[in-house]
C-alpha cells in the first residue's frame, strides 16, 4: 500500500508550501513558499529532513487527517489545537500516527500560520522547481476534503520523537532597513513612520500584511513620477492614499509604490504571524546594523537542529512495545 495523507476535511486556507521557487524574477515569478519560513523549517527540524521538504501550510485552522501507513509527523509554526486520536498531542513536536488513527488540527491559539509535516515529505507534483501553492502564478491549489496527498520515502522511520522550544517572537519594535527609495521619505516621515503604533489590518494574505494607523498618510518627494521598479517580500510599500502594506512570500515582481524599507528577513516571521488587530510597531536601522543581524537560514537550521530534545514517546505510538520492558524483572540476587 502507498504512503498517503488523507484529507478528511480541511480549513478554508491549507495549501502544499515548500521553501518557494528561487531565480524565477525573470519569468515574472515571485518566490513564493511558505509565509512564516522560520516556522516552516522548525517542522524540517523535528523530522531530521532537509529544510525544503514540502509540508501543509494551515492558515487559521487546519482540518482532519488520517494516514494509509505509520507515519511521523510534526507540528510547527502557530500554535493550533492539535489532537491524535482524540488525546491532545503537544506543537512544536514530532510524532507517530498509525493507520486508522485521525489526526485533528483546530483554530490557531496564536499567529496564523501553522505547519504540518511528514517523514518522508510531501510527494507532490513538481512545477517550476517547486511543489509550493502559488496563487497568483496558477500554482497548486487550495487543498478540500477528499484530497489525498503521496508521501515520500521516510529515511528516518525509526528515529524517535523529537521536541523544540517554542520560537519566541521579539518583543521590540520590527527592524527596517534602508532601501532604494528611502531617502524620497523626508525625516519628518520617516520619524512619524518609527513613532506611529499600526494595527495589523483583517486585509491580510499571502502577498502581503495592511497597516492601519490613526495618523496622516504617508507621501514621499515626486511618487506619483517613480518608475516602476523591482520588489521583493519584506518591502514596505506606501500605496496612493498613503497606506503602508508589508510585501510577503506571495507578492507581485514589480511594483511602482515608493518603499521605504524592508523588514530584515529575521523579523519578517512576527508581521506573517501578527494577527488582525495586533499592534506593531517600527523601527529604521542602517544597512550595516541589518548586515549584522541577518542569519542565513542554513544557519538558522543548525541552530535549531542543536536545539532538539527528545519528547517521551506515547506507549500508543509504540508499534515495538513488545521490545520494552516496562515492568522490572526480579533480581536473581533477591531472597523472594
Not at 73 to 94: C, Q, V
Not at 289 to 311: D, G, V
Request: glycine share 14%; hydrophobic share 40%.
Amino acid at each position: 500500500m502507498s504512503r498517503e495523507l488523507i484529507i478528511e476535511s480541511v480549513g478554508p486556507a491549507v495549501s502544499v508550501q515548500d521553501l518557494g521557487r528561487p531565480g524565477c524574477l525573470g519569468q515574472g515569478l515571485s518566490r513564493g513558499g511558505a509565509a512564516d519560513r522560520l516556522g516552516f523549517i522548525d517542522g524540517a527540524v523535528l523530522l531530521g529532513q532537509s529544510p525544503d521538504t514540502a509540508a501543509l501550510e494551515m492558515a487559521g485552522m487546519g482540518g482532519r487527517f488520517a494516514f494509509t501507513q505509520a507515519t511521523r509527523f510534526a507540528l510547527s509554526g502557530a500554535k493550533m489545537r492539535a489532537t491524535l486520536d482524540r488525546a491532545p498531542i503537544e506543537w512544536n513536536a514530532s510524532h507517530l500516527a498509525l493507520p486508522g488513527m485521525r489526526l485533528e488540527i483546530g483554530a490557531a491559539e496564536n499567529g496564523v500560520y501553522g505547519y504540518l509535516h511528514v517523514g518522508g515529505g510531501l510527494d507532490t507534483e513538481v512545477e517550476l522547481g517547486g511543489r509550493g501553492y502559488h496563487k497568483i502564478a496558477g500554482l497548486g491549489r487550495l487543498l478540500a476534503a477528499g484530497n489525498i496527498l503521496p508521501i515520500g520515502q521516510d529515511k528516518q522511520a525509526d528515529a524517535a520523537p523529537m521536541r523544540l522550544a517554542e520560537r519566541l517572537p521579539g518583543k521590540g519594535p520590527i527592524r527596517v532597513m534602508p532601501g532604494p527609495q528611502s531617502d524620497l521619505f523626508g525625516d519628518g516621515a520617516q520619524a512619524a513612520f518609527e513613532a506611529a503604533t499600526f494595527v495589523r489590518s483583517p486585509r491580510a494574505n499571502r502577498q502581503g500584511v495592511r497597516l492601519d494607523h490613526d495618523g496622516a498618510p504617508f507621501a514621499t518627494k515626486g511618487q506619483l513620477t517613480l518608475v516602476s521598479d523591482f520588489i521583493t517580500e519584506g518591502d514596505i510599500q506606501m500605496t496612493g492614499d498613503g497606506t503602508p502594506y508589508v510585501l510577503l512570500a506571495e507578492c507581485q515582481t514589480m511594483g511602482g509604490y515608493p518603499r521605504i524599507g524592508t523588514v530584515i528577513p529575521t523579523d519578517l516571521s512576527r508581521i506573517a504571524q501578527a494577527l488582525p488587530g495586533d499592534a506593531l510597531v517600527f523601527r529604521i536601522i542602517s544597512t550595516a546594523e541589518a548586515e549584522a543581524l541577518w542569519q542565513s537560514e542554513t544557519a538558522y537550521f543548525k541552530a535549531r537542529k542543536a536545539a532538539l530534545a527528545p519528547r517521551v514517546r506515547d506507549p500508543r505510538e509504540m508499534t515495538d512495545l513488545l521490545s520494552y520492558e516496562l515492568i522490572d524483572r526480579p533480581d536473581p540476587d533477591v531472597a523472594g
